[in-house]
């Protein structure tokens, strides 16, 4: 039989073919069949006028008013969860009137895909009251994006939605997406106790074995200068020019003992060291520098005598002057720092209380670091591991369980910073009964912008019965330490928090500083470009 | 005792003799007892058994593409007798200050020797301080091992000697100011697969075939094995293709065909082409289909990547269901069209009344931005085609008789006005 209409469409629908229409195998030969062979004649003979009359009735499309025309399908689907969802949060959507819930309920009716790998997101559908709710089966990557497609969704009355709709999300941030450091390639797996560069290119970093590398390609790679079986423990190497270099540690004189402690120097670009000057018995654990112009650099060193004490050496001068052992029985120095200017200095500290129990203390001084006095800190600051000037006048003091305090060094006053700073505090896990806490070390600011400046240190996940997990913490300011904001390494692991503790910051400028630590861990921001993560960095999870 | 005759006397003596030739010949062979001895210009060992050293051997572990776990030696510059761990020599007051890798050999593979990490990579983590005299030193060891390194054990062995007090032999034979460890890695095996295009090595990021409606259309990708281990009970599977339009039609995954749809191994660094075939059902309408390519194996993570079907052909109307029954009471109408162009379906009875019509627009797809795309520049997610709903009642909104109906669909497809029609049996 011929039908009267022509084309494609004439020889019937989708026949004898495998092509499913939702879950529905469309039969229409089969279903066509049950019709008599008179029955379809008439039909056919009836349909030549009615295709005539179309045909005429197309030609007429320009109709103003069609009363064959249904209302229009009036609901209209609108987003109801952020555009920003976490990993696995749901997507909801809300129609501003009933509708056909089966339809809804259709997967193929409400896709999602992610628009980084152009694959479908498993997930369910189901309605909450009148909101429809996608949940994906898994958690996605940080950052991907989502295409949602709503379509072919009936209203009450059996209306179409005339055409898809489409919304865009995706998933929320990682925990930090500015992943401005780059890991330098290391020499050693030691912990890498100290590093500073003379330029972009020329630097050094020595391990707490004692060992002193150098690089002069900005960090590509580093070769072996100095070891030898007489040092040890050194720490905060800092270098005033290509040749002349300075280091704290401990020396054994004649290799019997390494009690004694000594700053040393290299004039040979780190070849050799010669001791400045020692104490025996002491411990020295911290240096810092103040280059001057016209003259030698002025540095202060924190550590012990016994009890708490601090070194002044002015190299121009070669004269050293010692505060303390304060003679306070538990209290150790650990750091000190000078302020550019040279006038102002910090000092700070633990003093023990029990075998078990000590707390944070600091000194101030006025006399670029000859003389200091104890500053008031609030009650039970935890122990106190570091200090870094922010200006001339103002330094922070960096210690344990997220402690960050400013001080005034002119006045003595401290304000402490919080949460609301963006420092990181403890964070506790009811499901493992575990925390993680963060301890800070070192504070650094760009000498050519006094707004940009960093604090270092280190995160502890600790749960009971496991072995700790130490990672780096990097913070950054961009308004002279009114603010922090947490940075990334650039392939790291743990969506690049995964790096090792630090120990160590050197900041050339706001476009190179690098930090140093554990396991062998240099790294350098080598650009004040805030390298932030974009969407489909994280193609897995 | 007494012997009480000569032939138990001569027994006797012969078991005697026995016992003493027996006895010397144990003594003959029995170990020595080592004896220390001094040495002319002293002598430094790296002790068995001292750090990660089980006897003369470092066992260290590690992936392909990083370092190993840090092993460490022990360096001993025996004072005397019993610091002398080799039993080799010993002298008092010599210091070697000038100690330095005299060989590190090339690491072999156990089974394939043609297998190599080259010496290289081996990676001293410290100096070789000086080694005083009653002093011992440890000295920790890595070695990268290269991207692709095939898994398995390699061995290879690391020698220290020192540049100015130069090896020598001891009275017994034996090398002083020389001495040398094992290093053992095992390289532990990691699957890794990747999709690769057909020609090139370049990554694919999605397998695309086009084809007209009733072909059978393909497309080639590769499967790369990009671990170091060989990728064991590979398999390639499809899922539905499921139309991007909103005509919601799906070719089911039993149309497609892969060749070959498994494999038992492949080994590493090499490729297998699958070829993915899809018989496109006749009479299916033009646009894009989307469904997954997958691919797992039993030592490697899953890959998937989208498989997209481009149907080139257009077809005139497709029903959902033909005829309509009560329920579910909507016949679904689908139809191609260029995105963003104008269609209008009308629905006529055996009388050649017009019972139904409806018009619109071809979905263009909305840009990134939010705006909706255009006929000459249709956005992401544009449709190719369209699919009506008619509820089987009239345009007042009364439910239409059973019997047949005609459907005429006008829209542009590939720039060119389409009318297409097909019959609709409506059973109430």
């Given amino acids: ?541 | 005792m007494k012997y009480r005759t000569s032939a138990d006397h001569a027994r006797v003596v012969t078991a005697w003799s026995l016992a003493l030739l027996l006895g010397l010949v144990l003594l003959l062979l029995a170990p020595r007892s080592v004896q220390a001895q001094q040495v002319v210009g002293g002598d430094f060992d790296i002790c068995d058994y001292c750090g990660s050293l089980s006897a003369n051997t470092m066992h260290l572990r590690g992936r392909a593409g990083f370092g190993t776990n840090l092993g460490t030696f022990v360096l001993i510059n025996a004072a005397n007798d019993a610091q002398d761990v080799d039993r080799d020599g010993w002298t008092s007051g010599v210091d070697f200050t000038n100690l330095y890798l005299n060989q590190v050999t090339d690491f072999g593979n156990v089974a394939i020797p043609s297998r190599v990490i080259a010496s290289r990579n081996f990676v001293l983590s410290e100096f070789l301080n000086p080694l005083r005299n009653g002093f011992q030193n440890v000295v920790s060891v890595s070695v990268n091992i290269p991207v692709g390194t095939p898994a398995g054990l390699y061995r290879g062995q690391v020698a220290i000697a020192d540049s100015v007090n130069r090896p020598g032999i001891n009275p017994d034979g034996e090398q002083t100011r020389l001495d040398v460890f094992f290093v053992e890695i095992e390289v532990v095996p990691t699957g890794g697969a990747e999709l690769v295009q057909a020609d090139t090595a370049a990554r694919l990021d999605s397998l695309v075939i086009r084809g007209r409606a009733g072909e059978r259309a393909s497309g080639v990708a590769r499967i790369a094995n990009t671990g170091n281990t060989p990728l064991t009970d590979v398999r390639v599977s499809v899922s539905d293709l499921r139309s991007e339009s909103a005509v919601g039609i799906i070719i089911p995954s039993s149309r497609v065909t892969i060749s070959p749809p498994s494999f038992s191994s492949l080994d590493i660094g090499d490729t297998a082409r699958v070829t993915v075939a899809i018989d496109i059902p006749r009479g299916i309408l033009g646009g894009k289909y989307r469904g997954t390519l997958f691919v797992q194996s039993a030592n490697a993570p899953p890959l998937q990547v989208p498989l997209i079907l481009i149907v080139t052909s257009s077809r005139g109307i497709v029903f959902e269901n033909n005829p309509v029954r009560n329920t579910p009471g909507v016949a679904r109408i689908a139809f191609n069209g260029d995105p963003g162009t104008e269609y209008k379906v009308l629905i006529f009875d055996m009388n050649g009344l017009v019972v139904y019509t409806t018009r619109g627009t071809v979905f263009a797809g909305v840009t990134v931005a939010g705006a909706p795309g255009t006929t000459a520049s249709p956005a992401a997610g544009a449709d190719f085609a369209v699919s009506v709903t008619w509820p089987l009642e009239n345009g007042r909104g009364e439910g239409v008789a059973s019997g047949m109906y005609l459907v005429v669909a006008e829209s542009i497809v590939n720039t060119q006005r389409q009318l297409a029609q097909a019959k609709l049996i409506v059973i109430r």
């Fill in chain 1, 1 to 541: 039989m011929k039908s009267a209409a022509s084309g494609p469409a004439a020889r019937g629908p989708i026949s004898g073919e495998n092509v499913t229409w939702g879950t529905r195998i469309a039969r229409h030969r089969g279903d066509l069949s049950t019709l008599t062979k008179a029955s379809v004649m008439r039909v056919s003979i009836l349909l030549r006028g009615v295709i005539a009359a179309s045909l005429a009735t197309l030609a007429l499309g320009g109709c103003d008013k069609d009363p064959n025309a249904p209302p229009a399908f009036s609901l209209t689907p609108s987003l109801a969860s952020a555009l920003i969802i976490p990993r696995q949060g749901a997507i909801r959507v809300l129609f501003n009137g009933p509708i056909n819930r089966s339809s809804a309920l259709d997967p193929s009716n409400f896709t999602v895909t992610n628009t980084c790998t152009g694959l479908p997101v498993p997930g369910s559908l189901r309605f909450s009251g009148d909101t429809l709710v996608f949940s994906p089966s898994e958690a996605l990557p940080f950052l991907t994006g989502l295409s949602v497609r709503i379509q072919g969704i009936l209203d009450v009355n059996n209306r179409q939605l005339p055409q898809p709709v489409i919304f865009r999300l995706r998933t929320e941030n990682p925990p930090v997406t500015d992943v401005s450091w780059e890991q330098l390639s290391s020499p050693t797996n030691d912990f890498v106790s100290g590093v500073s560069f003379v330029d972009r290119n020329y630097g050094y970093i020595t391990t707490q074995g004692g060992g002193v590398y150098r690089t002069d390609n900005g960090g590509i790679s580093f070769a072996a200068f100095f070891k030898s079986l007489d040092v040890t423990g050194t720490r905060d190497i800092r270098a005033v020019s290509k040749d002349s270099l300075y280091m704290v540690g401990a020396p054994s004189f004649g290799g019997s003992t390494l009690s004694a402690t000594a700053l040393f120097r290299s004039i040979d670009s780190g070849r050799t060291f010669q001791v400045v000057f020692s104490e025996d018995p002491a411990n020295m654990f911290s240096l810092a520098l103040r280059e001057r112009t016209g003259a030698a650099p002025e540095m202060v060193i924190a550590g012990s005598r016994g009890t708490l004490a601090a070194w002044r050496y002015d190299q121009q001068k070669d004269s050293i002057a010692r505060f303390g052992p304060v003679g306070i029985a538990g209290r150790s120095g650990r750091m000190a720092d000078i302020a550019a200017n040279g006038t102002n200095a910090a000092l700070v500290g633990l003093q023990a209380l029990s075998a078990t129990q000590a707390i944070g203390v600091a000194y101030r001084s006025n006399d670029g670091g000859r003389s200091y006095t104890e500053v008031t800190l609030p009650a039970n600051t935890r122990i106190l591991r570091g200090v870094g000037f922010i200006n001339n006048t103002d330094a922070f003091l960096l210690g344990d369980t997220s402690t960050v305090l400013r001080l005034n060094t002119s006045t003595g006053a401290v304000t402490a910073l919080g949460a609301t700073n963006g420092i990181p505090q403890t964070v506790l896990d009811p499901s493992t009964g575990g925390a993680t806490y963060y301890f800070f070390n070192r504070a650094r600011f760009a000498p050519d912008d006094p707004n940009i400046g960093w604090i270092i240190g280190t995160a502890v996940r600790r749960i009971p019965g496991q072995t700790d997990v130490r990672r780096g913490v990097i913070l950054l300011t961009r308004d002279g330490g009114q603010t922090f904001t947490r940075q990334a390494v650039r392939n790291a692991s743990e969506d690049g928090l995964g790096f090792p503790e630090l120990r160590d910051i050197f900041v050339l400028d706001k476009n190179f500083a690098v930090v140093s630590g554990d396991n062998g861990f240099v790294a350098a921001r080598k650009s004040d470009l805030q390298n932030f993560a974009t969407l489909c960095s994280f193609p897995t999870q």
